[in-house]
């Protein structure tokens, strides 16, 4: 029985080194910040970047487990499908849909989600918080529609 559980155990860890010799999810230069949007005010901006900026903008902060297969993968994915939908440092692009996104994510309470509070606890809002960010938020879509 050990020797079933060692081989398993030396079965697992070769397949994670192999699994790091797959290039995809670590390209983690992040572009240049085009445009910012005009903040209504810099607890805004400050909530924002707390809760937001890692998946949405182009000044995500890359832990050290973004260089690990399969996480890397996962967070690739999660930073590149963040910054399409909403991405704050390139706030003038013409296919943001602002107001539907913002207004869909405070109702559903859905961002950040669950996994990422779990690494980044400051990234959590109190309801006070989430309300501010989404007045924000939504007069910055306003703004720019």
């Not at 996994?115 to 306003?142: D, N, T, V």
């Amino acid at each position: 029985m050990k020797r079933i559980v060692a081989r398993g155990v030396m079965g697992l860890v070769i397949a994670v080194i192999i699994l790091q010799l797959i290039p995809y999810g670590r390209n983690h230069t992040n572009p240049t910040a085009n445009t910012e949007p005009h903040w209504n005010s810099p607890e805004t901006r400050l909530l924002a970047q707390r809760a937001c900026f890692d998946c949405h903008s182009n000044q995500t902060v890359w832990p050290w487990y973004s260089q690990v297969a399969p996480v890397s993968w996962l967070i690739y994915r999660d930073v590149t499908e963040g910054r399409e939908h909403i991405n704050f440092s390139d706030w003038n692009r013409p296919d943001h849909q602002h107001v539907d996104e913002f207004q869909e994510v405070f109702e559903e309470n859905s961002m950040p989600p669950a996994p990422y509070l779990l690494l980044h606890p400051a990234a959590r809002l109190s309801s006070e918080e989430r309300q501010k960010l989404f007045e924000g938020l939504m007069k910055l879509a306003e703004d720019h529609d």
